[in-house]
């Protein structure tokens, strides 16, 4: 293991600063999830300068064999080897992630991930000593090039610390649909429409308290996506992942799809409707959008789900909640199979009605790619790990519900 420090001016110890980061080059072959991971190489750091996001991928329905590794692969134009080392890292950092925020506060530590072709950074950000020795500990035994930025986290303590500064931009007109603190900058990033975005720009800057504010434009708005047409699994939406409870067997899908949907056996929505589903619980307002509908009892439910195309079902895995930076995939009624980065683990939805009644929290996922309306409700995995649902989105950007965030009393069929 070689060290490497990185030394600015500071009035910290030598090798901290203000955005301190101390590299560990990790070239070894790992010793866990060896059948995932192949066989590893060292990884350069030399003069890189990792992009924020990937474009994202969207496959025909009937295209792109090979599912999910190939998906990721051509992403990020390497190999399926590669492309399987860095999934495997990325799926481990996410229930790292959990465990971390179940032993310690979870405002105390961002976690995020640069993918730059076959090189691979895994950073992390926390003052707390604890969680950078874990962290460090896990670094050495997964083998994974870790950067440490030895400084207070600021990702979701950041975003819910400025409400009233949100709410003056609000008042004086500026348009925007989501929010969320870029974990690498600290920057408050707002999406706006893209019509607006040069007027909004100059407004921000006449708040006071936002500190640094990033406007990201996109074109057209943002918005629950269910609409009213034939298509793929659902009457209006797609369905998630088979669920059950103690008395119904059926299917998770977006809470704002309403209290019933027509289902079909076949993702196409071919033939005849199989039948009408029963909304039975939702988590739907701050935290989530997500509900459980009932099937017919005479309905078989199998732990399986449609990824690539139609003739392609995955079993469905254990739970995954991946970090900002992680890629991702997805199956929607109308935009299909596709694929994107994370762009934050934290994101803050506010476009109309995006949590009827309440403010959403800043804990749902933004992912830099396209959706649109019918893909509400649709499945968002890791390889064949549920991850989440989908809740909206527009031109560039989705946005889903962490799989975690699920009804109260209801499993997901394995």
């Not at 459980?292 to 009892?297: D, L, T």
Request: with cysteine.
């Amino acid at each position: 293991m070689r060290n490497t420090t990185r030394r600015f001016s500071s009035s910290k110890k030598k090798w901290t600063y203000t955005l301190g980061v101390v590299i560990l080059t990790l070239g070894l072959t790992t010793t866990a999830n060896t059948s995932a991971m192949g066989t590893g190489s060292a990884l350069s750091t030399s003069g890189s300068q990792f992009p924020t996001a990937a474009a994202g991928i969207n496959e025909d329905d009937e295209g792109g064999a090979g599912g999910f590794l190939a998906a990721y692969a051509k992403l990020h134009g390497i190999s399926e080897l590669r492309a399987a080392e860095q999934v495997a890292i990325q799926e481990y950092l996410g229930d790292l992630t959990v465990e971390l925020a179940d032993r310690f506060d979870g405002s105390e530590f961002d976690f995020w991930i640069d993918v730059d072709g076959d090189t691979q950074l895994i950073s992390l950000r926390t003052s707390n000593k604890e969680i950078e020795k874990v962290v460090r500990a896990a670094a050495e035994t997964q083998r994974f090039e870790l950067a440490v930025f030895q400084e207070d986290a600021f990702a979701v303590a950041r975003t819910n610390g400025v409400d009233d500064e949100l709410d003056q931009l609000q008042q004086i007109g500026v348009e925007f649909d989501g929010v969320y603190v870029d974990v690498r900058t600290g920057e408050i990033v707002l999406d706006v429409p893209a019509a607006s975005s040069d007027v909004d720009r100059a407004d921000a800057l006449k708040v006071e308290g936002l500190g640094s504010v990033r406007m990201v434009p996109y074109e057209g708005g943002l918005s629950d996506q269910a609409y009213i047409r034939g298509g793929v699994a659902l009457g209006s939406c797609t369905a998630a992942f088979t669920a059950y409870n103690s008395t119904y067997n059926g299917f998770l899908t977006a809470g704002h799809c309403g209290s019933s949907q027509s289902y079909w056996a076949n993702i196409s929505g071919s033939g005849s409707a199989a039948g009408t589903s029963t909304r039975r619980s939702q988590n739907y307002g701050a935290n989530a959008d997500i509900a459980f509908h009932s099937v017919k009892s005479t309905d078989t439910i199998v732990g399986r789900f449609y990824t690539v195309n139609s003739a392609t079902t995955v079993a469905t895995g254990a739970n995954l909640t991946p970090t900002t930076g992680a890629t991702v995939c997805r199956r929607g009624k109308t935009s299909g199979y596709g694929c994107g980065t994370i762009t934050s683990a934290s994101y803050k939805p506010t476009w109309t009605n995006a949590c009827p009644g309440v403010t959403c929290n800043s804990v749902f996922v933004s992912v830099s790619l396209t959706s649109r309306g019918g893909d509400s409700g649709g499945p968002w995995f890791s390889s064949n790990r549920p991850v989440g649902v989908h809740k909206g989105g527009g031109t560039g950007i989705s946005v889903y519900s962490k799989i975690n965030y699920s009804p109260a009393y209801v499993t997901i069929k394995r």
